[in-house]
């Protein structure tokens, strides 16, 4: 972090504390503005960038209006494009090899060890309570360490009248997944008492698939919802159904009667009722909204949405596969809402990761990060939308047995603002680099002899460095 970066960092945490960073002339601050922040922390499950941002028919009111409200980041990227190495990113700040949550197998030991932001905040003073899917590990879901609440499910949980966890105890609910849960957290927001700061994370289910026998899956959403954009057209970018050309590894014969992996990539009827999913996650967050205002909270509450991973809409013929590192899948939306630092319909375009998230959340709460956090605070950036955080960023994928189509492919990757270079572990001769600035739809692989050697050498050496720790 250059030094410039460090004094607006030290700068905006003394603003949480102190009117040090305020103009002689700006109002006395109040004891209300001392007082730590409150967060809500929502997950989603597979939301692209571009489903929640700019998206030009969905209809998300309470969503943009925290868009219009607070901070928008444009290139926030996950590090690791799979449900449970992600979560696991955002949770503990740290990289997958790191964690050692590196895949969706059965994780639930090391996920009962890990250090998380949660716990810490928990530990610091503040009252947490977890809602929706944790997801590291399949049969276990009794409460994790550092939440006063838990909510959750068996391993991806089911939408309609789900089996769940309630402080360790097993509960019956009634209805659609993404309503109990908001339920769930609303009454939490509600219960907690003023003089006490508290943290709530909302895992939304949504828009992750439902499961099936035979590799079925559907995506439902709520009855109320199930007849919107029944005839709006689904916008398609360049790289949709595109030429395999400069990409070996998804040129490789697959089982095409995997009905998870259909030529041509995901059905337009199947993206529009992911998009009708959204419709019960946008009124979830006005309901938080609603009830933060009911209290007075609503100002001295950091409100972040964003989602573990991207998905296919047939970029390359991919659908369901997320995994790869490719824009659609690593993209993610990251909005702030925060008054007192993120400053109103802003859209930061610093590179960041969600292996940021932790580190800046927990700046925000007046906790020191552990060393161990390879994250790096996105304070600066909220309040310099011009402040350089990273120069690079890791993305991880340990090759796992789920997709036919993308067997073998496991990779380590880095990502600069210019170029994006993969690094397969297992397949020789496969490797991709793309030049974001003349190809950011990722067409053109420079790979094996148009990539210039000091760039293909740089790029090798700050992929190496990211795996070193350093």
Known sequence: MSSRVRAIHTCLLA???????????STRTT??????????????????????IDHPFAELPNLKRLVNEGASFTNVYTSAPLCSPSRAVFMTGQYPYRNGIVDNGERAEQSHRIVTFPKLLHDAGYRTGFFGKWHMGHADDSPRPGFDRWVSFVGQGVYFDPDLNIDGKPAKARG??????????????????????????MAQKAVHPEIYPNFVRSFPPAPRDAQQYHDATIPHGPSWRAPLTGKPALQ??????????????????????????LSAIDRSIGEVIATLERRGMRDNTVIV????????????????????????SIHIPFIVRYPRLAKAGSHP????????????????????????MQGRSLLPALGANAANIRDELLIEYYSDTEFPRVKGMGYKAVRTDRYKFIRYDELRGMDEVYDLVKDPHELNNLLPDRVPPAVLADLNARLDKLLSGR
Request: net charge negative.
């Open 176 to 201: 659609y997944m993404s309503e109990i849960l908001t339920e769930h957290a609303v009454s939490f927001i509600e219960s907690v008492p003023d003089t006490q700061p508290f943290l709530v994370v």
């Open 252 to 277: 490789r014969p697959y089982d095409v009667s995997d009905p998870r992996s259909p030529v041509g990539g995901l059905p337009d009827s199947v993206v529009r009722d992911r998009l009708r999913m």
């Open 15 to 25: 603003l949480l504390a102190t009117t040090s960073c305020r103009p002689a002339n």
């Open 31 to 52: 004891a209300a503005d001392n007082a730590r922040p409150n967060m809500v922390f929502v997950l989603l499950d597979d939301a692209r960038y571009d489903d929640l």
């Open 305 to 328: 949405v964003t989602s573990d991973q991207g998905f296919f809409y047939g970029e390359f013929g991919l659908a369901q596969e997320r995994r790869l590192a490719y824009e659609p």
């Open 349 to 372: 375009g610093t590179l960041a990761s969600n292996v940021d998230v932790a580190p800046t959340l927990l700046a925000l709460g007046g906790v020191q990060a552990p060393a161990t």
